[in-house]
């Protein structure tokens, strides 16, 4: 498979970007079918153990019952990026996959950050371990 650049982060880490599998997987928009995308229900009740995974690069979250309802990113392992919208009125909290000690904008991944009704945010994993998010408007 062709192989873009290798970027290498001031700090000395290096992040080959690839095409081939994952949610960065480039190959979908060279064969124009566009990247991986799904509608999911957040989980009720909330919390990071049985939070619904998010395992697309474009997902939406067409349920979220309670105020609290939650998701989990993917492992940060770098050169991911995804877009979540809450397609609901309801607040859903984001977290971090509950097998790592991953950030979320510098927040433990335990404590999971909150994605407002009728919002959406585009989440980048430039490293290993670390999600950084920008907000929509």
């Given at each position: 498979m062709?192989?873009?650049?290798?970027?290498?982060?001031?700090?000395?880490?290096?992040?080959?970007?690839?095409?081939?599998?994952?949610?960065h997987d480039l190959t979908p928009l060279l064969n124009g079918s566009g990247f991986t995308a799904d509608s999911v229900a957040a989980h009720a009740g909330g919390g990071r153990a049985a939070a619904t995974p998010i395992v697309n690069a474009l997902t939406l979250l067409a349920t979220v019952a309670t105020a609290g309802d939650s998701v989990a990113l993917p492992p940060a392992v770098g050169g991911q990026l995804l877009w979540l919208a809450n397609g609901t009125a309801t607040s859903a909290q984001v977290f971090a996959n509950a097998s790592t000690s991953d950030t979320i904008n510098g927040i433990a991944a335990a404590t999971g950050i909150a994605l407002a009704g009728n919002k959406a945010q585009l989440f980048m994993s430039p490293i290993a371990g670390a999600w950084f998010g920008v907000l929509s408007a």
């Open positions: 062709p192989k873009y650049p290798t970027v290498t982060y001031p700090v000395g880490r290096s992040v080959n970007l690839n095409l081939g599998t994952g949610m």
